[in-house]
């Protein structure tokens, strides 16, 4: 079993910046992929980006790219996702996930693993 837990969501203005953290405890692999997904009310969860943990290599969904940047800290078992120039259509609950390994999953059905979500709300 893999422990996910969120933090850094709140309330920021447009064009403001926020930095989600994903704490991955308990059973943990080499070989993990973890990845960031949100939920606006409404509509569908959306992959937003993914990472290995092994190798560091990356996949962002178009909306997102040059906005927001997944990384790794190994030695703390964390996930950031640094986001820039928020927008109010970005409002929604942010979560972490992990599966086993590759490929850099982009679908719910994908991950084995979430967190409990952190809200993430961009005023206008």
């Known amino acids: 079993q893999v422990q996910l837990v969120e933090s850094g969501g709140g309330l920021v203005q447009a064009g403001g910046s926020l930095r989600l953290s994903c704490t991955a405890s308990?059973?943990?692999?080499?070989?993990?992929?973890m990845a960031w997904f949100r939920q606006a009310p409404e509509k569908e969860r959306e992959f937003l980006a993914a990472?290995?943990?092994?190798?560091?290599?990356?996949d962002y969904t178009d909306s997102v790219k040059g906005r927001f940047t997944i990384s790794r800290d190994n030695d703390k078992n964390t996930v950031s996702l640094q986001m820039n120039s928020l927008k109010p259509e970005d409002t929604a609950v942010y979560s972490c996930?992990?599966?086993?390994?590759?490929?850099?999953?982009?679908?719910?059905?994908?991950?084995?693993?979430w967190g409990q979500g952190t809200q993430v709300t961009v005023s206008s």
């Open positions: 308990g059973r943990t692999f080499s070989r993990i992929v």
């Open positions: 990472i290995s943990w092994r190798t560091g290599s990356t």
């Open positions: 996930a992990a599966r086993g390994g590759l490929p850099l999953a982009t679908t719910v059905d994908e991950y084995d693993y």
